[in-house]
């Protein structure tokens, strides 16, 4: 059995470097698939989080919103014409071909656990074939990313196990700490899109998962509690018991639900988001992500990092 250390957020800090640049020269955005994007923030895909209305407000804020698939086919439908929508093996090729046929460009995000088994990239294979964008199921090893550039897929979603309310390394104890995770398949696949999901419970966490070589972070928790979240202050994982109960009979649970304070317009959430990275970039001496994705950073004891919170 292979083993070597891996690291999360709060085992590193990033190394501020000099800085010629003021802050309103500096650029965040970010290309997914032929789409610029002002910020590189993507809402998660759970039924709690992301619906029509999130989807907007993620738009006008310069980022992307992945409306969930635990609706009927003819909300998936509207959905898609706002975008960008999750799917599984299950929902098949003929919807997504049908959705192509109402609009050029449709962004299908795999949404599954676990992205790197024969049949979900199989099916990935054959949306490919079909000229959809398609964004991989959750991946955390360079193994899994190979496989879906192989078959033409460019855009990655890395995490397992690391969101707020998944239980996954707690039940099963498999998973990968997410900054390893992210640089790994960074360092093994570099012209890949990878996209930072779960984790991530302060601005800081984003910058340092920008920093690892993500192109773009998917918020659940962040986001939950806001004016535009489908749940309102109430926010769940998808494995979580209440999920499942709505939608199978025999489920293994994998996640919890649980109850949040209200946060306001998720446009004011994202700004404070875009205005944290900006001031990142600017300690750090960089004008745009790229350049962030090479900045250098410690590794820090407990302590060390308890000497950066607030006490």
Known sequence: MGQHKAIT??????????????RDEIDISSYLFDDKLAIPIISSPMDTIT?????CKMRVAGGMGIHHRYCNLDRLEEASLYGAIAISPSIGIPFIEKLLGLRQEVTAVLDVA?????RNLEFCAELVKIEANVVS????TPYAAEAYLKIGVKVLRVGIGAGSVCTTRMVTGVGVPQLTAIRDIYNACPEATIISDGGHRTTGDIVKALAFGANFVMLGGMLAGTNEAEGGTHFRGMASAGALSQRKKEYFVEGIGKDVEPKGSVVKVLDEIKQAIETACYYLGVRNLSELSEVDYIEVTHNGYLEGTVR
Do not use: R
């Open 9 to 22: 957020f709060d085992d590193v800090s990033l190394v501020p470097g000099y800085s010629d640049t003021e």
């Open 137 to 140: 199921g959750n991946i955390v």
């Open 51 to 55: 619906g029509i209305d999130m989807v």
């Open 114 to 118: 676990h992205g790197h088994t024969k």
